[in-house]
């Protein structure tokens, strides 16, 4: 068969003449060149090249959770494309390091020259957090200004956009919330799970109150750590407790699909729940990925810079320390082991599980029957 086109050369397919010659150290057009900026312009580019990847799944995994129905191959899919972008965001914390072989005074040669650009203007990375669900209220304020004040009017537009659109946070949570649940032919799961989770604290605490080894100051400790997991599960068993601490921005995912997720945890081992469970897993790798390398990249800032105002303006490592908690995104996914109970503690579920446990979702309500 006749190829449709005409060979095609390596060098001209990815457009290499472009792409390397799209360096241009400041510090060689001021007539002080210095050697390392070019690791610098080369690493950061690296970077944005990543980003627009991540987009690229991104958008596509988004686009699966915005269909009228999410069925198991599309669900594995996207656990595949998630996937991907974990392993990227593994190789772009590495790249930290070498970016790191270049030293204090070297970075110093051609700082100056770049006020007052910033990795703060990087619009993809700010489109990747708006399209994960970091939403506006949850940032750390960079100044009085919006976070995307600095950028250019057309990026500015692009953030603005993202954050009006559908997340793939509310697009899972909503998928979350479709999950039916186990309350019916005379079986309430919640009920029996509340049991269960009631004889597990009762145990923790008559282990903590006759434990002979603890002085009283940390039997006390205990017990008022085990007080304060008592309040988290008594938001688990009760909607308006939970809303008080949505409202607080203590919890984020609503009442409804943090029982979807709690459950898919809890029955992992079943066949129809491993899939959710491997897309609710590799959210939180994302979500710990983005950290890390926040963590990194702040860590890097301090060895650069030490305590210095950042080139765009931000008190450098104290305001990157300040988003690597804060900016968490699948928090709650990760907080759910604080409510799981050992496999051999679990409800018995009736023999007709799989039938009434399906994920297969359209957009109209489920009933828990």
Not at 159 to 176: D, G, K, N, Y
Not at 254 to 279: G, K, M, Q
Request: aromatic fraction near 12%; charged fraction near 25%.
């Amino acid at each position: 068969m006749q190829r449709p086109h005409f060979p095609l050369y390596y060098a001209d397919y990815l457009q290499l003449d472009h792409l390397l010659s799209s360096q241009s150290p400041k510090s060689v057009e001021y007539g002080h060149p210095a050697h390392d900026e070019m690791l610098f312009i080369i690493v950061h580019q690296a970077y944005e090249l990543w980003f627009k990847q991540i987009l690229h799944e991104l958008d596509s995994v988004v686009a699966i959770f915005q269909r009228d129905y999410v069925e198991e191959k599309a669900v594995g899919i996207a656990v595949a494309r998630l996937h991907r972008i974990a392993e990227i965001q593994k190789v772009i914390v590495e790249q930290l390091r070498i970016l790191e072989t270049m030293t204090p005074l070297d970075f110093l040669e051609f700082r100056d020259w770049l006020t007052p650009a910033s990795g703060f203007q990087s619009f993809q990375f700010r489109l990747i957090e708006n399209k994960l669900g970091l939403k506006p209220e949850w940032r750390k304020a960079y100044d009085k200004n919006a976070y995307y004040s600095r950028l250019s009017p057309a990026h500015q537009e692009m953030i603005q956009r993202a954050e009006h659109e559908p997340s793939l946070f509310q697009l899972v949570e909503r998928w979350l919330e479709r999950t039916p649940f186990l309350d019916f032919q005379g079986f309430n799961f919640w009920t029996s799970y509340r049991a269960a989770v009631t004889k597990m604290l009762e145990s923790d605490r008559g282990i903590i109150q006759t434990n002979p080894t603890l002085s009283n100051e940390e039997r006390d400790a205990q017990l008022h750590e085990l007080s304060q997991t008592e309040q988290s599960f008594a938001a688990l068993f009760d909607e308006e407790k939970h809303n008080q601490l949505v409202k607080k921005g203590q919890r984020r995912l609503s009442y409804r699909a943090t029982h979807a997720a709690l459950l898919i945890n809890l029955y992992r081992d079943e066949p129809i729940l491993h899939l959710p469970f491997r897309l609710l897993t590799v959210l939180i790798d994302i979500d710990e990925l983005l950290t890390a390398w926040r963590y990194r990249h702040a860590l890097m800032v301090q060895r650069m810079i030490g305590s210095k105002i950042g080139t765009g303006g931000s008190s450098g490592y104290h305001y990157l320390r300040t988003t690597i908690e804060s900016h968490k995104i699948f928090a709650d996914l990760s907080n759910l082991s604080t409510f799981l109970i050992p496999r051999s503690a679990l409800p018995e579920l009736p023999s007709d599980f799989e039938k009434n446990l399906g994920f297969y979702y359209d957009q109209k309500p489920m009933s828990n029957g």
